[in-house]
């Protein structure tokens, strides 16, 4: 039934205008508005759409992950735009905050609402 149906994914925030400029402007993704809602155009043709929820809760987990081939490249540039990186205190961190105890390296951060986003390294 839906195995040809584009499906998209879709999160919420509780500032439209933040969540423009955050994704726009800060991550470089190319972001549309229609009827007060943001759509996410990211590479490999998936559409993400953000919607403003007055009683929003952040996401306590990671919405999105990008994949980056030089992670120190990206959390630097990232740093460079204002973005901080989280600290969990069961996952040590370097003092770029990126995550080396396992799997792939990773950064987390969070857009401007509070839902967790990640970099992290593909493999070589």
Not at 8 to 19: N, Q, T
């Amino acid at each position: 039934m839906f195995g040809s149906t584009k499906a998209f994914s879709g999160f919420s925030v509780d500032d439209i205008e933040g969540a423009r400029k955050f994704y726009g402007e800060t991550l470089g993704i190319r972001v549309s508005e229609q009827h007060g809602m943001l759509t996410l155009h990211i590479a490999g043709d998936r559409d993400i759409l953000v919607y403003p929820k007055a009683d929003h809760t952040p996401a306590t987990y990671t919405i999105l992950n990008f994949p980056v081939a030089d992670i120190e490249a990206a959390v630097d540039e990232l740093r460079a735009k204002g973005v901080r990186f989280a600290e969990y205190d069961n996952l040590a961190t370097d003092d770029k905050g990126i995550f080396r105890g396992g799997g792939p390296l990773i950064a987390w951060f969070t857009d401007p609402a509070g839902n967790v986003l990640s970099v992290l390294q593909e493999p070589a």
